[in-house]
């Protein structure tokens, strides 16, 4: 993320003089960011066809020849522009490999006000369970994965919504509440109450909190 938002304002300012190398830099600073928003929202059918990188590389594309647009009238900040570029390609993809398929009731419905695809409970797990898994530790590791599934499809959509913007996307307060459309106090709250949610739904299930 910009450590100063003054350089933010700086770089669009190149990009207005004609500066496309300042794009390139603009791009570079929140692919992290875009990688993991893809990571959480592709859909699992996809992961074996499509890779985050390609997903990210088409929506670079694609911003580039939109960026006239958006210096014209910017009513997003740049990174939220950006995310939701990445985020109507991944949609395209998602219409174009799944279609009908996306309409499966077991799908989670996006309460984005743009309709991007939503953090699936499955993506949420595997964050919370880490990626640093023994052979020997693999059987336990699926158990914990439905464990952890079944908790997060009992909390509310949004309340999973906020957990993935906030702690894995690593949205800030006030980039939640510009995605959400809520106020930033609202965002705030409502992220507090989705981590104590998913604490106490997470205790009520057989064995705890244990080895989670």
Do not use: C
Request: glycine content about 4%.
């Amino acid at each position: 993320m910009p450590k100063d938002p003054t350089d933010t304002v700086r770089l669009i300012e190149r990009l207005r003089a004609g500066d496309r190398e300042a794009f390139n830099e603009v791009f570079s600073r929140h692919r992290r960011r875009l990688r993991r928003m893809v990571e959480m929202r592709l859909d699992w059918r996809l992961q074996a066809r499509l890779d985050a990188s390609d997903v990210i590389q088409e929506a670079y594309l694609e911003a580039v020849k939109r960026m006239d647009e958006y210096l014209r009238d910017p009513a997003l900040p740049l990174f939220l522009w950006l995310r939701l570029i990445v985020g109507e390609w991944l949609t395209r993809l998602h219409r174009h490999h799944l279609g009908t398929k996306m309409r499966d009731p077991g799908r989670e419905i996006s309460l984005y006000r743009q309709a991007l695809p939503a953090a699936s409970s499955m993506a949420l797990a595997a964050q919370l369970l880490g990626k640093h898994t023994s052979p020997t530790q693999a059987a336990v590791r699926a158990e914990r994965m439905l464990r952890l599934q079944e908790a997060l499809n009992a909390l509310d959509p949004l309340d999973r919504e906020v957990l993935s913007l906030r702690h894995f996307e690593e949205l800030t307060r006030t980039e939640t509440a510009k995605v959400l459309g809520i106020e930033e106090g609202a965002a705030s709250k409502r992220y507090v109450r989705a981590l104590k949610r998913l604490k106490d739904v997470l205790a009520a299930l057989p064995g705890g909190l244990e080895g989670l």
